[in-house]
C-alpha cells in the first residue's frame, strides 16, 4: 500500500514571496490533515478536510495561508506571502475516517521542511 | 479544551533495559489516545491507541501503554530496549465526543545508549 505522499521535501525562499505544498492521501481516506511542525514542538493541526469540505480551519493563518482539496482526493496547502516565522516542516496526514465516536489513526507523509530567509 | 504534557524532554535509557516514556491528559470527557513515533527526516508512525477496553494496549515494535484514567496518563513503555528505538516520541489526545481535533505533545527524544 502506497503511503501518503508530498512534495516538495524541501524549499528555501525569501519573506514575502510565495509556495505551494502538495499532498496525495493514501487511496481511500476520506480525511485529511495538514499540520505545522516547528523545531522542538509537536505538530499543530492547520486545517482538516474531509473529502472535499472543511471540518477544521480554526488554527489556519487565514491572512496567509490556504488550502484546498478538489475532488476529495489530493490537496495542496499554499502560504502568501510566507513570513520569517512560517519556517517549519509541514505534515500532511490521512485517515480512513473522522468525526464524533471515531478515532482512525493518522498515517504521515514525509513532510516539506520550509525554510524562509 | 484538551491538552496532553510530556514533562521529559529527552529520556536516556541503556540498551536491554526497560524504558517508560511519560504523558498526562486533559480532557473535559472521554480521551482517544494515542503514541507516534518520529525517526530523522520522516513523518510520524503510529505506534498504538487507547479507545476503550483493556487499560493495557499493545503495539508496533514491542512497544506498550498503559491507559490511567485516576492519574490522566497514559505513559508508553518497552521491557527491552533496543538502539534503534532511539527516536523522536509524542503523545496525542482527542476527546471523543466534543471535538475532532487531535492535540500532539511537544514529544520526548528518546536515546537508547549501547
Known amino acids: 500500500e502506497a503511503g501518503v505522499a508530498q512534495s516538495p521535501r524541501y524549499k528555501i525562499i525569501e519573506k514575502r514571496q510565495s509556495v505551494a505544498f502538495w499532498c496525495n492521501p493514501i487511496?481511500?481516506?476520506?480525511?485529511l490533515y495538514w499540520y505545522q511542525q516547528i523545531l522542538g514542538q509537536g505538530p499543530k493541526l492547520l486545517i482538516q478536510?474531509?473529502?472535499?469540505?472543511?471540518?477544521?480551519d480554526s488554527q489556519l493563518p487565514k491572512d496567509r495561508f490556504s488550502a484546498e482539496r478538489l475532488k476529495g482526493v489530493d490537496s495542496t496547502l499554499k502560504i502568501q506571502p510566507a513570513k520569517l516565522e512560517d519556517s517549519a516542516v509541514y505534515l500532511c496526514a490521512s485517515s480512513l475516517a473522522s468525526g464524533t465516536g471515531v478515532s482512525y489513526e493518522q498515517y504521515f507523509g514525509p513532510g516539506t521542511r520550509l525554510t524562509v530567509t | 479544551a484538551q491538552s496532553v504534557a510530556q514533562p521529559e524532554d529527552q529520556v536516556n535509557v541503556a540498551e536491554g533495559n526497560p524504558l517508560t516514556v511519560k504523558c498526562t491528559y486533559s480532557v473535559s470527557g472521554n480521551p482517544y489516545l494515542f503514541w507516534y513515533v518520529q525517526y530523522p527526516n520522516r513523518g510520524l508512525q503510529f505506534l498504538l491507541k487507547y479507545i476503550t477496553g483493556d487499560n493495557l494496549v499493545k503495539g508496533s515494535y514491542g512497544f506498550e501503554a498503559e491507559f490511567n484514567k485516576s492519574q490522566t496518563s497514559f505513559h508508553l513503555k518497552k521491557p527491552s530496549a533496543l538502539v534503534s528505538d532511539s527516536a523522536l516520541y509524542f503523545c496525542?489526545?482527542?476527546?471523543?465526543?466534543?471535538?475532532?481535533?487531535?492535540?500532539f505533545g511537544k514529544g520526548t527524544r528518546l536515546h537508547i545508549l549501547p
Open positions: 487511496s481511500g481516506h476520506a480525511t
Open positions: 496525542a489526545v482527542r476527546d471523543m465526543w466534543t471535538d475532532d481535533k487531535i492535540i
Open positions: 478536510f474531509q473529502n472535499n469540505g472543511v471540518v477544521d
